[in-house]
């Protein structure tokens, strides 16, 4: 069974802290993307990357920067987090050859 | 520019009826339509998807058209169940890349009542 990990279901943060969001995947896949949904906006591309120590801006790469040090771990990095980086942060993964994504359980992250 | 829209932000129907989402796209590049569904606290889970070179596509109770002369698909769902609750994205890729990036609209909740 395809499994996408994402480390945390919730996290709490202050503004202007630095925050990691992990992503895991099991499939070999060389996509990899970060997502963000919000009411009313959809899913948005933040980051992509389709391979290892490749990436790619989104549509909405303001503030966010990523690192891919092996093909199965995408990470999202917030460097100084703001208010208005609320929201349920998803990551997803696919084969080069295909445009199916498999998406992780999502973490809601709060920014106070 | 929003590429894909899905123009029905909500979408209510009964239980055992027909549930008809629509999304329309502006990119003519485009050549592979998807759709997900999302419960909330959830993931998005891929339901169906369809390439550019046919008009229809079923599984079980989940049909996709497409109409490209229109730009123009749509999801049907027959019979609808309250377990179909949930929100319904469209999204859309062009092949000419090697990334497949998906391009998603902003979804439509569907509300199956009892």
């Known amino acids: 069974d395809v499994k996408v990990t994402q480390s945390s279901r919730y996290l709490v943060k202050r503004t202007g802290e630095k925050v990691f969001l992990e992503c895991v995947q099991d499939?070999?896949?060389?996509?990899m993307f970060w997502y963000r949904q919000d009411p009313g906006l959809g899913l948005r591309l933040i980051y992509f990357s389709y391979d290892v120590k490749m990436k790619e801006k989104g549509d909405i790469p303001e503030g966010y920067s990523v690192s891919r040090e092996k093909k199965e771990r995408f990470s999202l990095i917030l460097e100084s987090a703001s208010t208005n980086q609320t929201s349920m942060y998803l990551c997803?993964?696919?084969?080069?050859?295909?445009?199916?994504?498999?998406f992780g359980s999502g973490t809601q992250l709060s920014v106070l | 520019d929003q590429q894909v829209k899905q123009n029905s932000p909500s979408l209510s129907v009964q239980e055992g009826r027909i549930s008809i989402l629509n999304c329309d796209y502006t990119n003519s590049m485009f050549d592979y339509f998807l759709w997900y569904k999302k419960y909330p606290a959830e993931g998005p889970t891929f339901l169906i998807s369809i390439s550019s070179i046919k008009d229809k596509n079923e599984d079980g109770r989940f049909t996709v058209f497409l109409n490209k002369s229109a730009k123009h698909l749509s999801l049907h769902i027959v019979p609808s169940q309250p377990g179909d609750s949930a929100v319904y994205f469209c999204a859309a890729s062009a092949s000419g890349g090697s990334n497949y990036k998906l391009t998603f609209g902003k979804g439509t909740l569907l509300t199956v009542n009892p």
């Open positions: 499939m070999d896949h060389e996509n």
């Open positions: 997803a993964s696919s084969f080069a050859s295909h445009g199916k994504l498999f």
